[in-house]
């Protein structure tokens, strides 16, 4: 069964600081992908990155950049320089690739969340 | 605009009495589905759809029906509704799965009193 976990559940950081955010994943998978959505105090959730398990590369995208280490099960995700815009809650998400129907057979539908963690920047 | 739009925005009902859902998106996704949101849990899956009339249940589907008709709309059922189905409601379709990540609705606030 696939499961993601952020253990951190509130992180509360001063303008241009640093800050990386923990995700670490179980699965038998060996495809699998892995996902950060942003949750913005609007509500609304925002699609970041989109990552497939053969492809360990870090990203980098402006401010946000992804480190991606399947030895460690994890697919942190860190902000350079945070914003107060960047507050938010920050959500880790795992699908696999042959995720197992509860009536039985392959599914692709499952897309698992971890706990998510509150990131709150302060001016 | 592609988009996923759920309705209401907002839902305040009463313990036992029957509300639907609504679930509509205008991308021709194949897949689609629910979710609940609650304070330190995160999101949970509720039931998905591959396609229609394909449905399965997710982690947490006690409480809730589904049905896929149409390929635009997944609606989301809750026959009796009991207060601890207070949460916040996101329904989501993909593409071609989960893998390729999910777009999700604005999401429905419901209170069950």
């Known amino acids: 069964a696939q499961k993601v976990t952020q253990a951190q559940t509130e992180i509360s950081v001063v303008e241009k600081e640093d800050v990386t955010l923990d995700c670490v994943y179980e699965?038998?998978?060996?495809?699998?992908?892995l996902f950060w959505y942003k949750q913005p105090p609007s509500g609304e959730l925002v699609f970041l990155i989109r990552r497939n398990s053969f492809d360990e590369q870090n990203e980098i995208s402006g401010r946000y950049s992804w480190n991606f280490q399947k030895s460690t099960s994890s697919f942190n995700f860190t902000i350079t320089a945070s914003q107060v815009v960047d507050s938010a809650v920050y959500f880790c998400a795992l699908s696999e690739a042959s995720a197992v129907r509860a009536s039985g057979g392959t599914s692709y539908g499952k897309l698992t969340f971890g706990q998510g963690t509150i990131l709150t920047v302060h001016p | 605009e592609a988009q996923v739009t759920q309705n209401p925005r907002y839902l305040i009902t009463v313990t036992g009495k029957k509300l639907t859902v609504t679930c509509s998106q205008n991308m021709n996704h194949e897949y689609m589905s629910w979710y609940r949101q609650d304070p330190g849990l995160g999101l949970r899956q509720i039931y998905y759809s591959m396609n229609v009339e394909v449905t399965d249940k997710g982690d947490v589907p006690e409480g809730y029906k589904v049905s896929r008709k149409e390929k635009r709309n997944f609606p989301l059922i809750l026959e009796s509704p009991s207060p601890n189905q207070t949460s916040l409601y996101f329904c989501?379709?993909?593409?071609?799965?989960?893998?390729?990540?999910?777009?999700f609705g604005s999401g429905t606030r419901l209170t069950v009193v």
């Open positions: 989501a379709s993909s593409f071609r799965g989960a893998g390729y990540g999910y777009t």
């Open positions: 699965t038998r998978d060996t495809t699998y992908y």
